[in-house]
């Protein structure tokens, strides 16, 4: 069980970095011009980690509590799966939805 366990908090880790790489998707397909499309495709990704890293690490000292910490998770995988959807991915963002889901059911199954 343990290995599940390993397992699932990969998944996450892996889920986190999709936030990201779907951010810098959706800016570099936003931008209109070059030197926005980089912008967007660096800046964005960067905030969102940014922000993570402040609010939502587990090692942060400045860590959001419940139910502010499980609103802002949400928040940034909604937006990540929105990204996809805009960017006319729906079946990935589903798919990055629905895994999302899961996880998150098994990590407050696991207290994790």
């Not at 890293?53 to 799966?81: D, N, T, V, Y």
Request: glycine content about 8%.
């Amino acid at each position: 069980m343990e290995i599940v366990k390993s397992v699932n908090l990969a998944l996450r880790f892996l889920l986190e970095l999709c936030i990201l790489a779907a951010s810098g998707y959706w800016g570099f397909k936003t931008g209109t011009q070059t030197i926005v499309k980089i912008g967007l495709t660096i800046g964005l990704p960067l905030l969102v980690a940014v922000v993570w890293g402040i609010l939502l690490a587990p090692a942060s000292s400045r860590r959001l509590q419940e139910p502010w910490l499980f609103i802002a998770e949400l928040a940034i995988f909604g937006l990540a799966i929105g990204a996809l959807y805009r960017t006319e991915h729906y079946y990935l963002a589903g798919i990055f939805g629905l895994i999302y889901v899961i996880n998150k059911i098994l990590m407050i199954i696991w207290r994790q």
